[in-house]
């Protein structure tokens, strides 16, 4: 009957027609789709994302900065909502990530394309201790402590930001815009705080820091943009509030009984003029240039008043910058860069006597000590294109910092050992090529030779010459030759390599000073790998390999000569796979290990002297994602994670302070989480 049906139609229409009909109905249902598609595509998309997840069992790093380091069930929520009216060009967003948990995120933004904008951003960060602290301290959370209050107990240490941000972008006539950018970061918790003295008696108690503090941030700036000069300035300030001055402490160690009421971190606000800008000579040259000033005051009440009576440090640093750079390529072949840099941080601070403690033997005597400093940056870089393919890149810089040592010092105020002035000079060279179609390779070698001035010699509080003797490892002469090899490789076009091996070896000179560093050498070595199965399922690959060696003398006299030789090594591994086995399913995994370890060694031994042990940080983890789309306006989702921390830390495994308390590294630590979620979508 069909075909009867069939062949009687056929002999009603022209076969023209029929296949022209054909033809455009099958182009309509398509061209509908595709218009489907490109109308989604073009408006913004609002999404819902509900879920629940759960954490296999109590853990201080998994959940350190997310809120999830107890063990039970969290809820996963996340929110996009956009409005765009196409009739006045303006957009409302919301979103918010994490809304479930404490580490939550939101942002509101409403703006018209190229003339206005203004958006209220909410960010809640927690951090909790990666340390069990076993202790008898009572009053933690507040500035009264006692020293063993309680019983002996367990406590987490934990700290909370909640950062609100205020924006306002604004389009004004003749070119200009202007900025305004309002922040207030309010700050509480506790961390690990303490008190204690040195010597034959001394004595370490346990404190807990507690944080209660608001800092607000305010910057203006006005930009213009012309054809050839642009031009950005304005305001930035900062204010830090403390609402706990001091810590009162009571019980302990008769020793330590003098060492309360303890001193916080006090107030303080720093202002700053900017202004920065660039300007396009020709086609080929720019220039670029950046000015600023600013000032930061210190003058908080001291807890305790000094021996002269200042009621505050009347602390002050005044710091002025200034940047000129230019860029430009004279010919096709020839790119040429040059700018100077110049830094004074002038510190305006009284110096005043504010302690009474320093020995006559001692080189520290209570008075502030000025740190004034200038730092001078040049640099040059010229590349050029070299026939067959080849670039070569060279270039230049000399730094010079000068530091403020006034003549009536004579070394009276330093307690360790400084230099008025160092130097350093920094050669670089690179040439890059493309070997072939599919190979493209680099190497770079880099030479800085740091000198200066010598070391101020230091004053005895009873007027003696004192020593000085060591050289800091950021003033010491330093001689650094550093070396980096990358290549890019693709054999075949679904698989891409790349490999790099970066050296550098530092050799110290210590101008006849006994003790500093010596010498020392880094080296990574990293390849990278990517390869695509197929259209729908492709890998990722990663090995890396790092160490870093520094040797110090340390000791000298003949009954105690040793030389330290420290080394800390990195070695990782990922892997990772990502695919779509159908249109509506998509899978991927993560999995990496990374072992990172330190090494305490001496090179020179003392007699019956053993080295500390090794620290080792053994990591792996480990991510499944799987997304199934219902429909185009639904998907399902679920995840997995996985985490093992396995530490071997001798520095936190045997101390205790001496009223008791133990801060605890749990050596093994793993967690699991599961989560499950449904996402909507509509536009």
Known sequence: MGDTVMNTHLKRKPAMTILTATVLMACGVANAAEVDEVTRAAKPESSVTVGV??????NLRFGQYSDLIDSGGYALFDVTLVNRDEATGTTFTFTGRDLGLTSREMRLEHTRQGDWGYFIDYNQIPRYSQYLVNTGLSGIGTANQTINGNALRDIHLMTERKILTVGVDKALPSK????????NEQKTGSRIFGRGTTGGA?????????IDSATQQLEATLGYTGDRLQ???????????????????????????????????????????????????????????????????????????????????????DVTQ?????????????????????????????????????????????????????RTDGKFEAG????????????????????????????????????????????????????????????SYARSDR??????????????????????????????????????????????????????????????????????????????????????????????????????????????AWAGDLRDTSDGVGIGVRGNPTRKLELSADVQRTHDRGEYRFSVIPSGTTPPPDTHYRITRARLDGKYALNKDTTLGVRYVFEYWNIDDWTWATWTYTDGTRVIQEPKQTAHFIGAYIQLRWW
Do not use: M
């Open 53 to 58: 997840g759960s954490v296999s069992k109590d």
């Open 176 to 183: 200009l815009d202007v900025q305004v950018r309002v922040r």
């Open 451 to 560: 000198d200066g001035t010598n070391f101020v010699t230091t004053v005895v509080n009873n007027g003696t010459t004192g020593s000085n003797l060591l050289s800091p490892i950021h003033l010491a002469d330093r001689e650094r030759d550093q070396w980096r090899l990358a290549v890019d490789w693709t054999p075949t076009e679904p698989l891409s390599l790349q490999f790099a091996v970066d050296t550098s070896k530092d050799e110290y000179s210590l101008s006849g000073r006994p003790y500093g560093p010596t010498s020392g050498k880094a080296r990574l070595y990293s390849v990278d790998a990517s390869y695509a199965f197929t259209d729908k399922w492709r890998a990722t690959a990663w090995v890396s390999q790092s160490e870093t060696r520094a040797n110090q003398a340390t000791q000298t006299s003949a009954a105690l």
């Open 202 to 210: 001394g004595n370490f108690e346990f404190l807990a820091e507690p």
């Open 231 to 317: 031009l950005s300035g304005g305001y930035y300030g900062s204010w830090y509030n403390n609402h706990n001055p001091g810590l009162n402490v009571s019980g302990g160690a008769a020793a330590l009984s003098t060492f309360t009421p303890i001193g916080l971190p006090p107030d303080n606000e720093a202002h700053q003029l900017h202004l920065a800008g660039g300007y396009s000579f020709s086609p080929t040259t720019r220039g670029t240039f950046k000015l600023a000033y600013a000032r930061a005051v210190q003058n908080d009440s001291f807890v305790v008043s000094s021996l002269l009576g200042d009621p505050n440090l009347g602390g002050r640093i």
């Open 322 to 374: 200034a940047q000129l750079g230019i860029s430009a390529r004279p010919t096709p072949k020839l790119s040429l860069l040059a700018n100077v840099r110049y830094e004074d941080r002038d510190d305006k601070t009284p110096v005043r006597q504010y302690s009474s403690l320093a020995g006559t033997t001692s080189t520290f005597n209570g008075f502030y000590e000025p740190r004034s400093i200038t």
């Open 384 to 443: 050029y294109q070299l026939p067959n393919g080849f670039h070569l890149t060279g270039g230049a810089e000399y730094n010079v910092t000068e530091r403020f040592v006034p003549y009536w010092f004579s070394g009276a105020l330093a307690s360790v050992a400084t230099r008025e002035k160092t130097d350093e000079t920094i050669l670089r060279l690179k040439l890059r090529r493309s070997l072939s179609e599919t190979v493209n390779g680099s190497v």
